[in-house]
């Protein structure tokens, strides 16, 4: 089987190279190079402002023999010395846009994790549901995540529902202006009061959003129920079980399937 070359690599800032580093290393393990052969092969991709530096490096008798050298010279040269600060600034600031799909949100959510080294599980689930637009986050919370990956998967069912049964992608032209052009429905998520929704536009309710349409919680409100271990759908504290098995829940949704 031919194997795909990496890309090759010119130093620049805005690259990740951490991602680079990754990709060529997993090259290395499917074609099966000797580890002597590591160093040479990573150093033939690179180019430009790298390939100088390399250069540099082997002139002056400081070529690395082992490619956890190779990647720690390399990381020192070209990458910010306040990498992981810049991604926690960041990652503080980052909300999904009106017009984003949390699939390209999740993506870019995730790119910036990974330039936070000690980020904890915890902090980067709270993080990634307070980002997430009105409606989405309203989805995630009753479903009571442990973690993001779980977090990711409902925010982007929710999505899918919540464009689906708008009868049109938010992101897209739906009906022509007066001049000939196209105005922009505004999405699901950002709409005001007064604005028709889902319900009424004639399609199937996305998910609980109909028998649960409540306030959103506050900030202060949603530290406070995870605080007492409450259940986010029913709001009890020390409820023993997570929004998704609510009994209270259930017996909403039995009526609702009775009428």
């Given amino acids: 089987v031919k194997v795909e070359k990496p ?79 810049r991604g926690r600034d960041e990652l503080a600031t980052m909300r999904q846009g009106s017009r984003e799909s949390v699939a390209d949100f999740v993506a870019r959510f995730r790119a910036t994790c990974l330039r936070v080294p000690d980020l904890a599980e915890a902090e980067k689930l709270d993080r990634f549901v307070r980002a997430l637009v009105q409606d989405v986050r309203l989805q995630v919370e009753l479903r ?14 929710a999505d899918a529902v919540l464009t689906r049964v708008s009868g049109q992608d938010a992101r897209k032209p739906w009906s022509k202006g007066n001049k000939g052009g196209f105005a922009q429905r505004p999405p699901l998520h950002n709409r005001g009061a007064g604005e028709p929704s889902a319900r009424t536009e004639g399609g199937p309710e996305p998910m609980e959003l109909g028998m649960a349409r409540r306030r959103t919680l506050s900030r202060e409100e949603y530290a406070k129920l995870r605080a007492e271990n409450a259940c986010f759908y029913c709001r009890k504290p020390n409820a023993g079980h997570v929004a998704r098995d609510c009994p209270e829940k259930k017996k909403r949704a039995g009526n609702g399937k009775s009428r």
Avoid at 8 to 19: A, Q, V
Avoid at 144 to 157: Q, S
């Fill in 144 to 157: 009571g995540p442990l973690d993001f990956h779980d977090a990711a998967m409902y925010a982007e069912r």
């Fill in 7 to 85: 890309e090759t690599y010119s130093g620049e800032k805005s690259r990740d190279l951490d991602t680079w580093l990754f990709q060529v290393r997993e090259h290395l393990d499917i074609t099966t190079i000797p580890a002597r052969g590591h160093v040479p092969y990573a150093a033939s991709l690179l180019r430009g402002n790298a390939a100088l530096w390399w250069r540099e490096v082997c002139e002056g008798n400081r070529r690395p023999a082992t490619w956890d050298d190779f990647s720690r010279m390399l990381r020192d040269q070209f990458r910010p010395e306040d990498y992981g600060r």
